[in-house]
């Protein structure tokens, strides 16, 4: 019997963390990026850094220099970036994902 009700509690937990994960991951905001172009490492935003709308997420190359290719559209955590330097970037793709703060 008591290896049943151990088997219940590890599947309750796991549940009840799986809903946690997937409620928290539901409220990540997409950032597309404005721009096309080959990222560079200038201003790359990292992951887990609190950015403030309007802050640059990712710059490309531009016949000017590094340009902003994306921005945040509002403030929170960085909590997923899914380009590198190097990559090419097209206008409209999701650059990052950011988990907004609650005011």
């Known amino acids: 019997m008591f290896i049943h009700k151990k ?12 809903t946690i994960w997937v409620g928290a991951a539901t409220n990540l905001v997409d ?17 887990g850094v609190f950015v403030k709308e309007g802050a640059v ?3 490309v190359e531009s016949i ?6 994306a921005r945040a559209t509002r403030d929170g955590v960085v909590r997923e970036i899914l380009v590198k330097p190097g990559d090419i970037v097209r206008a409209g793709q999701v650059i990052a994902r950011i988990e907004p703060v609650v005011k």
Do not use: D, E
Request: aromatic letters at 0%; zero cysteines; hydrophobic letters at 60%.
């Open 7 to 18: 088997t219940i509690v590890i599947l309750v937990s796991l549940i009840v963390a799986a």
């Open 31 to 47: 950032q597309h990026g404005v721009l096309s172009g080959r990222v560079v490492s200038q201003n790359l935003v990292a992951v």
């Open 57 to 59: 997420l990712a710059n």
């Open 64 to 69: 000017t220099g590094a340009a902003p290719a």
